[in-house]
């Protein structure tokens, strides 16, 4: 059996349709990856109508956590398919609806190999499975999004109640997500009585007001982040109060902009 872990692109729903929840990922792409060689697109050809997800390959009916039906667009291999109820899929739902879990991986038996210019590509081979992996060969696989409005945080599947901070969470990460259609991915880092500040594709951060408009949150007055402390209004933040919310946001993003420069020397150091 190999493994191949090409692309991890995943989005996970909540919807009265599936309870479990419901998954999509980009499980194979034409990409050259750590294992110095390329699965070429539609080599798994003829598709199986159905493919089992399990957790980091356990391949086993203890690890299994959901399954779906595989399908080629273009040159990627998507998988469109649901979570199982288990503890083990659920607690795999969750990860993967945080944020946590945003890489996948293919397993397949059988390859047959060709080298175009010195590199190996698999033509052809028998898909076996799917699974949802912490650790990718592809250091460019992301998450396109995550979809938990309705639940509470951290525990998918459970409804938030009416009128908590839990729902107002929630609500406010569905308006962050609709704001940003086309993004990849959107991450709440804080979310204040009538402010949230959310960072877009690991890349850009935003500071938005928001209202609650009959039970949909509306945001308003968005604007990129700036400055070593993200404040938009330097001098509102030096003059307020420790405790306060502006100082709590300033705190935070200069955190964020602190951890920015830890990733940049980590990166120096290994390349």
Do not use: C
């Amino acid at each position: 059996m190999n493994r191949s872990f090409l692309a991890g692109l995943v989005k996970a729903f909540d919807d009265e349709a599936s309870p479990t929840g419901r998954f999509e990922v980009i499980l194979s792409t034409p990409a050259y990856d750590r294992d110095h060689e390329v699965v070429d697109a539609g080599a798994f050809n003829p598709l199986p109508d159905h493919i089992g997800f399990d957790a980091d390959h356990g391949m086993s009916t203890t690890t299994t956590v959901g399954s779906g039906v595989p399908t080629y667009e273009g040159d990627q291999l998507i998988v469109r398919g649901t979570f199982a109820s288990t503890p083990l899929a659920q607690q795999v739902r969750a990860l993967v609806a945080e944020g946590h879990i945003r890489t996948t991986s293919v397993a397949y038996m059988n390859p047959k190999y060709e080298v175009v210019d010195g590199v190996r590509h698999i033509v052809s081979a028998e898909l076996l499975n799917g699974a949802f992996v912490a650790v990718p060969a592809n250091p460019q696989a992301l998450v396109l999004a995550a979809k938990t409005a309705g639940t509470r945080p951290g525990l998918p599947g459970l409804k938030t109640i009416e009128g908590s901070h839990e729902e107002r969470v929630g609500q406010v990460a569905e308006a962050v997500r609709r704001a940003h259609p086309d993004a990849w991915w959107t991450l709440v880092v804080a979310t204040f009585d009538d402010t949230v500040v959310y960072e877009v594709d690991s890349t850009d951060r935003y500071e938005a007001d928001y209202r609650i408009e009959g039970g949909d949150v509306a945001l308003t007055n968005v604007r990129p982040v700036t400055g070593p402390t993200g404040s938009t209004d330097d001098e509102a933040t030096a003059a307020a109060p420790a405790s306060s919310p502006v100082a709590a946001r300033a705190r935070i993003l200069a955190d964020m902009a602190r951890a920015d420069v830890l990733l940049a020397e980590q990166a120096a150091i290994t390349i």
